[in-house]
């Protein structure tokens, strides 16, 4: 006997899992990144040295810092699918993958609210 | 009874062709750029830190070794740039004919080579490197 009733035990356990999902979200977030990635680095490209001027000049442009946004939140996204892709294909220990995973996660979670917060700080205005 | 035959992983009896290495090349340039990600929030939050910061992070990434780094996390994007647009032709199902498949395997690790110098000799100054 079990708690569980035979229903909620196979519930999402179907061969499918929501790969189907993942895997889309996967691939718009790759079309999003081909656009945005060409944009920062280009950008980076027309900056000439870099100073800190020419860069919150750049950055501080409502268009720029949207993209910028973008860039952040959908890198991390992506990089949170692909990442566990990776991690189910070699971490086979059910307890250890699970560890791994929320481990990345989270560690990319923080580093998207961190990047995002800069930008909107940039676009703002950094209180000098 | 006779033990029946088990089936093998498949990279035990797979031949090896360089379109194996294209494809472990954007599983690790993946996760380079995973990390690489950290490197462009702690940039991020240089610049929303003020000149100061902003400076002591070029200087901290203008060091050898974060240079090193860099150009690997350079060389990352443009591979996994060009093999991921590879990868999305494959997925809409155009390109599996084998030659294609060859041939368009050999264009995207020569267009990633010259993206990557290209990008190197153009942003070396706006990474610190010139700091
Ligand atoms: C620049 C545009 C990009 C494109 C076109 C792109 C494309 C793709 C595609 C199509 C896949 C799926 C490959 C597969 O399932 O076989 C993938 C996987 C992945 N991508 Fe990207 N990507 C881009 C940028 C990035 C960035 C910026 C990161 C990191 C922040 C990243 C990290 C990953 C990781 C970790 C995987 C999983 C690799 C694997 O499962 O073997 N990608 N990418």
Redesign the interface.
Known sequence: MSLRSPLGRVLGLGSARGGSSHWYAQ?VT??A??LL??WF?GS??T????S?EQ??GW?GSPLNSAL?LLL?VV??YH?GL??QV?VEDYVSDNGTRAAVLVAVKF??VV??V??A???L??AFG??? | MAQRERPLSPFLHYRWQYTNTLSILHRITGVLLSLGFFILVYWLAAVAGGPERYAEARSCLGSPLLQLVMFGAAFAFCYHLCNGIRHLFFDMGYGFELKTARASGWYTAGAAVVLALVVWIVLRGSLGGGA
Do not use: K, P
Request: no cysteine.
């Open positions: 691939r790759a079309v990144l081909v990635g060409i680095v980076l490209a900056l000439d040295g870099g800190y860069v919150t950055l910028a952040v890198a991390a990089a692909g990442l990776v560690a990319l580093a998207a961190v990047g917060l800069a930008v700080r940039i950094v209180a000098a």
